[in-house]
Every structure is written in C-alpha cells, then in structure tokens.
C-alpha cells in the first residue's frame, strides 16, 4: 500500500517537500497545495511552488481547483509547460472563500458542473487526473449523485475524506461511510483522514485490504516519520524522532533564510508548523517556540524542545 503526502495550503510547499524527502522519506508521491486562477492569472506564489526548478521530489503530483473547464484551462498549460503529466482534481477544500465560488467541496452539490469538469479533463490528451473530494457538502450522500460521472471519467484513482464540507475538520471522519463510497467506487480509492499513528495507517490497511494507499495530512505534520515507521513496521523512539527534526528544521532555515528576510517574515513561516509538530511536547517546551519574538529565541527553544527530555 502506498502512502501519500497530502497538500496542505501554507505548509507542505516546495521548501517543506524537498526537505522531508531527504531528510525523513517514506512517501510515495507529494501533492502541491492547489493551483488556482483567480482575476484573470495564476498567483506567482503557486507557480513558483509547481516549477521543477523549485522540486527535487521524485514523485510530485500538482493540485488544481476549477469550477469550469474554462478555469480549469490555464492551470493546464501551466502545468504542460513543466512537464507534468499526473494532475489531482480538488473537490475536497472546506475554506468559504473557496466553496463561495464552486470550487472545492463547494462543486460536491452541483453533479452537472463536476460532470463538465471531469469531461473536460479526459480531453486533455496524454495526462491522468485524479479526484480528491469529500462525502459531500451538506449529506453524506452527495457523492451517490457523482457517482456515475466519477466512474465513467479515466481516473487514477480518488481520495476519497470522508467528511462533509461544512463540517470542514470538526467531527471524525466518518469511516462507515467511507466504507460504501469504497463499495461502490469503480476506481482505486486512497483513504485521507485523522491518520496520525502508524498504529492508523494499519488498521486502515487491514479494515480495508483493497486500498490503493492513505493521504496524510496533518498527520504528516504532526509526526513526519510516519512514512519510515510504515516501512519498518515499528515507531521511532522520541530521540531518534527528535533527531531527525531537527535536521529537518535545520535544512529549511538553511533554505529558508536567503528569501525570508527579518525577524517577522521568518517566525510568521515557521511557528505554525509547531502548532502540529510533537503533539506530545509538553506545553512549557512548546510556548517559548510560540512566542518567541526573534530568531535567536526561536532557534534556542526549538533546540531546547527537541532534546528529548520531556519529563
């Protein structure tokens, strides 16, 4: 079974995948946050994410978010003219401003639109697509609708949250549900969702000995072996865990550093990883990484934390 980084906005960018690669590995393909064309462009932000140039990943795989095939037009090129061929479809995003448009889990309601999409897709000579969606808007019976669409599109496969977008991270995911989307999917599916042990990753795999892989997300975050303790068969202990960290940390302040200048642009990147990272670290280890308020702090309560002693 394969295990897959999912794309999350403002963390797993170009820096944080080529890193974890190295550093830690495990994963079999990283998705880019989503690629988006919004007032008549494509942010220079996302593009410089999807550039080869900027990826040294092996398997990278890019993410768009359209609600028509017009939308959906630009981001293709983009992605032609890097020489991708694998491109993930996002119907799975929960952010308002996002669903306000139609795009994301936003499309889940509308059967004809997500129809006019994939249609639009399978146009598109020499590629293959993938689907990441949720269970639906508002019914966790939405996808029922879709279905047909989904089956006749030449999909790889579909990663399939299942949650309801307006439930965007607020219950567990329903793993009942999944299992009847999983039923009646014609395509390999990929299981995303509350996966943060590897005791999760298997008893997804033996719950469901068909899947094609798990996507992890905030998992991933939280505890970025996951993917080596899945090959081995066993967790790291916290000093190997904190080890490797540490080189991670060290690799994307070293990469990070010539772009982002001051104090300010630096923290405000990095603190938010420590809202994931270690969720067993004691909170008296953890605040100082917070509020620090320069860089020399930071990098000294981040030291501090990751030694290991935790008692």
Same mark, same amino acid.
């Given at each position: @079974?394969?295990?897959?980084?999912?794309?999350?906005?403002?963390?797993?960018?170009?820096?944080?995948?080529?890193?974890? $690669?190295?550093?830690?590995?495990?994963?079999?393909?990283?998705?880019?946050?989503?690629?988006?064309?919004?007032?008549?462009?494509?942010?220079?932000?996302? =593009?410089?994410?999807?550039?080869?140039?900027?990826?040294?990943?092996?398997?990278?795989?890019?993410?768009?978010? !359209?609600?028509?095939?017009?939308?959906?037009?630009?981001?293709?090129?983009?992605?032609?003219?890097?020489?991708?061929?694998?491109?993930?479809?996002?119907?799975?995003?929960?952010?308002?401003?996002? =669903?306000?448009?139609?795009?994301?889990?936003?499309?889940?309601?509308?059967?004809?639109? =997500?129809?006019?999409?994939?249609?639009?897709?399978?146009?598109?000579?020499?590629?293959?697509? $993938?689907?990441?969606?949720?269970?639906?808007?508002?019914?966790?019976?939405?996808?029922?609708?879709?279905? *047909?669409?989904?089956?006749? !599109?030449?999909?790889?496969?579909?990663?399939?949250?299942?949650?309801?977008?307006?439930?965007?991270?607020?219950?567990?995911?329903?793993?009942?549900?999944?299992?009847?989307?999983?039923?009646?999917?014609?395509?390999?599916?990929?299981?995303?969702?509350?996966?943060?042990?590897?005791?999760?990753?298997?008893?997804?795999?033996?719950?469901?000995? /068909?899947?094609?892989?798990?996507?992890?997300?905030?998992?991933?975050? !939280?505890?970025?072996?996951?993917?080596?303790?899945?090959?081995?068969?066993?967790?790291?202990?916290? $000093?190997?865990?904190?080890?490797?960290?540490?080189?991670?940390?060290?690799?994307?302040? !070293?990469?990070?550093?010539?772009?982002?200048?001051?104090?300010?642009?630096?923290?405000?990147? @990095?603190?938010?990883?420590?809202?994931?990272?270690? *969720? /067993?670290? *004691?909170?008296?280890?953890?605040?100082?990484?917070?509020?620090?308020?320069?860089?020399?702090?930071?990098?000294?309560?981040?030291?501090?934390?990751?030694?290991?002693?935790?008692?």
């Amino acid at each position: @079974m394969k295990l897959y980084s999912a794309p999350l906005q403002g963390f797993t960018e170009a820096v944080w995948r080529n890193v974890h $690669s190295v550093v830690f590995g495990g994963i079999d393909g990283y998705y880019t946050p989503f690629l988006r064309y919004e007032h008549g462009e494509i942010r220079s932000k996302d =593009v410089r994410d999807v550039e080869r140039k900027n990826n040294s990943v092996e398997n990278l795989v890019p993410q768009i978010i !359209a609600a028509t095939p017009d939308e959906m037009h630009p981001l293709m090129e983009l992605i032609a003219s890097e020489g991708y061929r694998c491109v993930d479809i996002n119907m799975g995003c929960s952010f308002p401003l996002q =669903v306000r448009k139609k795009h994301g889990a936003g499309l889940l309601p509308h059967p004809d639109m =997500v129809a006019a999409l994939l249609e639009a897709a399978a146009g598109y000579k020499g590629f293959t697509f $993938s689907v990441k969606m949720r269970l639906g808007w508002e019914s966790k019976d939405e996808w029922r609708a879709l279905l *047909p669409a989904l089956n006749d !599109a030449p999909l790889e496969h579909i990663t399939m949250h299942p949650r309801l977008g307006i439930e965007q991270y607020k219950k567990p995911a329903d793993v009942e549900a999944f299992a009847e989307f999983l039923d009646a999917c014609k395509h390999p599916v990929v299981y995303n969702g509350d996966v943060t042990t590897l005791g999760d990753i298997q008893r997804l795999e033996q719950l469901f000995p /068909t899947l094609k892989g798990i996507m992890i997300g905030r998992g991933l975050l !939280a505890n970025p072996a996951l993917g080596i303790e899945y090959s081995r068969g066993g967790e790291l202990t916290d $000093s190997e865990l904190c080890r490797l960290i540490q080189a991670m940390h060290d690799e994307m302040f !070293a990469r990070l550093s010539p772009r982002l200048q001051g104090n300010t642009q630096f923290l405000t990147k @990095m603190k938010p990883y420590w809202e994931y990272l270690l *969720p /067993t670290l *004691p909170k008296r280890l953890r605040k100082p990484i917070l509020k620090a308020t320069t860089i020399e702090k930071y990098q000294s309560a981040v030291a501090n934390a990751l030694r290991g002693d935790w008692e």
